[in-house]
């Protein structure tokens, strides 16, 4: 067994850890630790990676007999790590931890007063659901995940059974939403939106101006487009625009979202949410249908409040700051890039000096790397290059086009693999947010190539300047990944709907002819997409018919590709509202969901219908807050259904907009994660300014039904 040193740790503002009690001389020295147990501490994961610390160590006296054991030694250290951890996660997860103490004494006095009839299947899926709701709200899990996961439970438990788990991806609901991505992607490729938008805003001369210019138009629409791939489409032509006009991108960004999700509640087609909600309903009563506006009835009024409201108050609740985004374009970052010789490059037995590679605008060769492992770090003018040779360089993003134009010379990317220079290649900046699930993944497991067709080059952190870390660096928040990508990464990539990464800036090839649209699909794409709203809301054919071939129209007119098609459908979001049917099913058939609504109306009784309704609005409101509106829709569906004393539509129409209508927190719609980081906001920001509209729509919400 090897022996170690007596030492005290001091992190990095100076702080000293546990002082020891032996008479010792201070000194900087190394662990003595044997080769073998230093081996099964690293690869036992016992001794934990104190990068960011300094150490006082204290020697002990020779003549001491005292000696510290290895194994005590690891094992307080283990010891501290985890206690750290435990104080780390009560910390940062208390709210979570008082939830669900109080949720243990509501269930307990529910259980014992209220629900006593219930049976085993009643508290199974109360069990299921409840730890469904924890999981999306600590968010570890993407909700498609989750969703899955508690179908798989509840068919396990026996609380559903196979047809019954199954509905959803059979249901015709779930099927439009997939086929309007395309639809959508179909008007974003012919460039007929960005056409639209540019004509619409032109240059306002205040805020207020440009806020109507902006939201009304976007509200409008919200009601035929999915608010997801809208709201990606429109950031970065905010954030440009709001730099030409001079007015913070934070004071339109947040607007932007809370008008797609007003505007979404106006058509059926608006959201995912109505439709899902409709599909619940054929379900229920094949009976009923919906017209396409009929519910703009109550979400027109309510969008116009909605977006008048921001236009009035914007101006003193909303921060006056830079976007986070405009922030990060200031700056200039320098980069790490590898690349390596070819071995029959032309630069083989040259020097650095006569390659011309220690003279390359913006960029500098600070590393040689040789075939056989051998690192020259102080690179000299008469440095020697060999054949597969591994260079290191550092640079700004706009010269990383001068490593392609050396022949011979290929940048490696994430997976070692050359990336190929082409007149098509668009180099892009791309911001790792706070949840990205990118975060403690290394480039090559978040499957980059595969899922989005993009090599990353390199990756900046603020406090590793200069390394290069890239196939093996764990992301973290805040990372900046440059990328290489054959496709306009800003408008396609950032539709990803989990918000795993934002696109700052990207740059083309300045010899690259502009790309031109086609005028004649420019018009044609929406007019299809109009047609296709006409014959639904004539009632001449169904939805499903109307937009399978509005797709058909799309595709062999050319305002869409099978490779566009294929890259439009959001499958996590299309399997997240599928997964959800089997929820719904449980907490009907177990009897929780007619309980449950029998409740809600004894507490409610006294205060007649609108305070029905606004109990409505309130409960699906606060769950919208925390999870996904597909999983809102799921949990009170089935108890809004049981509400007789209501009119059914009006029970409907209040559902959709409730289960849309997150306007106090950042994660509780999709698009307002997507704006959360591109505006540079904080959490409360949205809290400030959307609690009074919150509050607001409510009202007027519960009287219009």
């Not at 006082?56 to 985890?82: G, N, P, T, W």
């Not at 995940?145 to 249901?171: C, E, H, K, R, Y």
């Amino acid at each position: 067994m090897g022996k170690i040193e007596k030492r005290s740790l001091l992190s990095s503002d100076g702080k000293e850890g546990s002082p020891t009690s032996y008479d010792t001389i201070e000194e900087d020295i190394k662990i003595d630790v044997s080769n073998a147990d230093q081996s099964n501490l690293i690869s036992s994961g016992s001794f934990p990676n104190y990068t960011n610390y300094t150490y006082k160590h204290q020697i002990l006296d020779e003549s001491d007999d005292s000696e510290v054991e290895i194994d005590y030694v690891a094992k307080k250290i283990v010891m501290r790590s985890v206690l750290e951890s435990i104080k780390d996660f009560l910390y940062h997860k208390k709210l979570l931890i008082v939830g669900m103490m109080l949720s243990a004494v509501l269930f307990t006095i529910l259980g014992t007063q209220v629900w006593t009839s219930f049976g085993y299947k009643a508290w199974m899926t109360i069990i299921v659901v409840y730890f469904t709701f924890l999981v999306l709200i600590v968010g570890n899990w993407s909700p498609e995940i989750v969703m899955l996961g508690n179908t798989t439970v509840l068919l396990a438990l026996g609380l559903i059974d196979v047809p019954a788990a199954l509905q959803g991806f059979s249901n015709s609901g779930v099927f439009i939403v997939a086929v309007l991505f395309i639809v959508a992607s179909g008007i974003q490729e012919t460039g007929s939106l960005e056409y639209l938008v540019q004509y619409i805003l032109r240059s306002p001369s205040s805020l207020w101006k440009a806020q109507v210019r902006l939201l009304y138009p976007v509200a409008f629409l919200s009601g035929f487009i999915n608010n997801t791939p809208l709201v990606a489409m429109l950031i970065p032509v905010v954030i440009n625009w709001s730099r030409k006009i001079k007015i913070p991108a934070s004071k339109l960004l947040i607007p932007l979202s809370y008008a797609t999700i007003l505007g979404g509640t106006c058509t059926i087609v608006g959201t995912s949410t109505n439709l899902i909600v409709v599909s619940f309903l054929k379900k229920e009563r094949p009976d009923i249908s919906l017209n396409i506006f009929e519910i703009g009835l109550v979400g027109a009024p309510l969008a116009i409040i909605g977006v008048t409201y921001i236009v009035i108050f914007s101006k003193w609740l909303l921060p006056d700051r830079s976007s986070g985004v405009m922030d990060l374009l200031k700056v200039e970052r320098d980069f790490t890039i590898t690349a390596r010789i070819s071995e029959k490059s032309s630069l083989i037995g040259k020097t650095v000096e006569y390659g011309g590679l220690n003279q390359l605008q913006g960029l500098s060769l600070i590393e040689v790397e040789r075939i056989d492992g051998s690192i020259v770090e102080r690179v000299a003018s008469d440095t020697e290059i060999k054949g597969n040779d591994t260079l290191t360089f550092i640079g700004k993003m706009n010269s990383v086009r001068e490593l392609w134009a050396i022949p011979g010379l290929h940048i490696i990317d994430h997976l070692h693999s050359h990336v190929k220079s082409s007149q098509n290649n668009i180099i892009t900046e791309v911001l790792v947010p706070e949840k990205s699930q990118l975060i403690g993944k290394t480039p090559g497991q978040s499957r980059f190539k595969a899922k989005y067709g993009i090599s990353v080059i390199s990756v900046y952190r603020d406090a590793e300047k200069g390394k290069n870390r890239l196939p093996s660096c764990v992301l973290e928040q805040g990372d900046i990944l440059l990328m290489e990508s054959s496709d306009t990464f800003i408008a396609h990539g950032s539709q990803n709907t989990d918000s795993d990464f934002l696109a700052i800036q990207e740059q083309r090839d300045p010899n690259e002819p502009k790309k031109q649209h086609n005028k004649f699909r420019m018009i044609l794409a929406p007019v299809i997409s109009l047609v296709m709203i006409l014959l639904n809301a004539t009632e001449l054919v169904s939805l499903v018919t109307a937009s399978l071939c509005a797709v058909f129209v799309m595709l062999i007119t050319g305002c869409i590709t099978i490779q566009g098609m294929k890259k439009s459908i959001n499958m996590d979001v299309v399997v997240t509202i599928a997964s959800s049917f089997g929820m719904a099913n449980a907490m009907e058939t177990s009897g929780v969901a007619e309980e449950v609504s029998k409740n809600l109306v004894s507490v409610f009784s006294n205060t007649g219908d609108i305070g029905l309704l606004f109990s409505i609005y309130l409960c699906t409101a606060m769950l919208t807050a925390f999870l996904s509106n597909t999983s809102s829709v799921a949990l009170m569906f089935p108890i809004v259904y049981r509400i007789n004393e209501l009119s059914l539509k009006s029970r409907m129409y209040l559902l959709m907009f409730s289960a849309s209508a997150d306007f106090c927190t950042s994660f509780g719609y999709i698009t307002n994660m997507m704006v959360w980081t591109a505006g540079g906001y904080k959490f409360t920001d949205f809290t400030k300014f959307g609690f009074p509209l919150q509050i607001t729509l409510g009202f007027f919400g519960v009287f219009l039904n």
